[in-house]
T-cell receptor, first 114, second 112 residues
Framework: DTEVTQTPKHLVMGMTNKKSLKCEQH?????MYWYKQKAKKPPELMFV???????INESVPSRFSPECPNSSLLNLHLHALQPEDSALYLC?????????????FGPGTRLTVL | AQSVTQLGSHVSVSEGALVLLRCNYS??????LFWYVQYPNQGLQLLLK??????LVKGINGFEAEFKKSETSFHLTKPSAHMSDAAEYFC??????????FGAGTRLFVKA
C-alpha cells in the first residue's frame, strides 16, 4: 500500500472558523510533511515531522498548527485564516532511511477561505 | 544554497513527438534530483530520481532523465508523447535533510 490519504478533499471556511485537515499513511514511514501549493506554483514546505516530533517549521504563521498524534497520522489545525491562505494543502511521507528517499504525496485538500 | 530552474513554463508538443523538459540546478554538494508529475487537482507523483551511480535514469510512463554534472542539468525526455502526458512537471533537488526545493514547474500540452 503506497497511498497517502487526505481528508477532506475540499474545505470552505470563514475567517473565524476552526477546522482541521487530516493525513494518513500506512507505509511505515516515519517522516511526514505538510506543503502549501498556490495555483500555478510549486509546493512550498510548511512542516516536517520525524518520528512524531516537529523537525522543520518553515516560519509558518501560528494560525496553522500541526500535530502528529502517532506515526500514521498527521493533522493540520486551522484557525483565524486569511483569504490568502486559500490553496491546495498537500501531505507527504517518506522513510527515515535516507533524507533523499521518495516522498509519497496525498491528493491534497483544496482549501477556500472566505 | 540550492536552487532549481525549469526553462519554459509551458511546453507544447504534438502527440507522438519527442518531449523535452529542461531543468538546471545549483548546488554546492552532490545533489539528489527528482522529477514529479502533477495532474489537475491531484498530488505529486514521482516519475524518477537520481541519487548516485548511473547518470541515465529511467522512470515510469516511458520517461527518462540524464544527470549531467558538467552542465548542472537534469532534463526530462520521452521519445513519443501521449495525450495522457499532459500535466504539470516539477524538477526538484535535495542536498540532504528533509527540505526538497522544487522548480517553478512546466506545463506540458499535448496536441492531437
Amino acid at each position: 500500500d503506497t497511498e497517502v490519504t487526505q481528508t477532506p478533499k475540499h474545505l470552505v471556511m470563514g475567517m473565524t472558523n476552526k477546522k482541521s485537515l487530516k493525513c494518513e499513511q500506512h507505509m511505515g514511514h516515519r517522516a511526514m510533511y505538510w506543503y502549501k501549493q498556490k495555483a500555478k506554483k510549486p509546493p512550498e514546505l510548511m512542516f516536517v515531522y520525524s518520528y512524531e516530533k516537529l523537525s522543520i517549521n518553515e516560519s509558518v504563521p501560528s494560525r496553522f498548527s500541526p500535530e502528529c498524534p502517532n506515526s500514521s497520522l498527521l493533522n493540520l489545525h486551522l484557525h483565524a485564516l486569511q483569504p490568502e491562505d486559500s490553496a491546495l494543502y498537500l501531505c507527504a511521507s517518506s522513510t527515515e532511511r535516507s533524507t533523499h528517499d521518495t516522498q509519497y504525496f496525498g491528493p491534497g485538500t483544496r482549501l477556500t477561505v472566505l | 544554497a540550492q536552487s532549481v530552474t525549469q526553462l519554459g513554463s509551458h511546453v507544447s508538443v504534438s502527440e507522438g513527438a519527442l518531449v523535452l523538459l529542461r531543468c538546471n540546478y545549483s548546488s554546492s554538494v552532490p545533489p539528489y534530483l527528482f522529477w514529479y508529475v502533477q495532474y489537475p487537482n491531484q498530488g505529486l507523483q514521482l516519475l524518477l530520481k537520481y541519487t548516485t551511480g548511473a547518470t541515465l535514469v529511467k522512470g515510469i510512463n516511458g520517461f527518462e532523465a540524464e544527470f549531467k554534472k558538467s552542465e548542472t542539468s537534469f532534463h526530462l525526455t520521452k521519445p513519443s508523447a501521449h495525450m495522457s502526458d499532459a500535466a504539470e512537471y516539477f524538477c526538484a533537488v535535495n542536498t540532504g535533510g528533509f527540505k526538497t526545493i522544487f522548480g517553478a514547474g512546466t506545463r506540458l500540452f499535448v496536441k492531437a
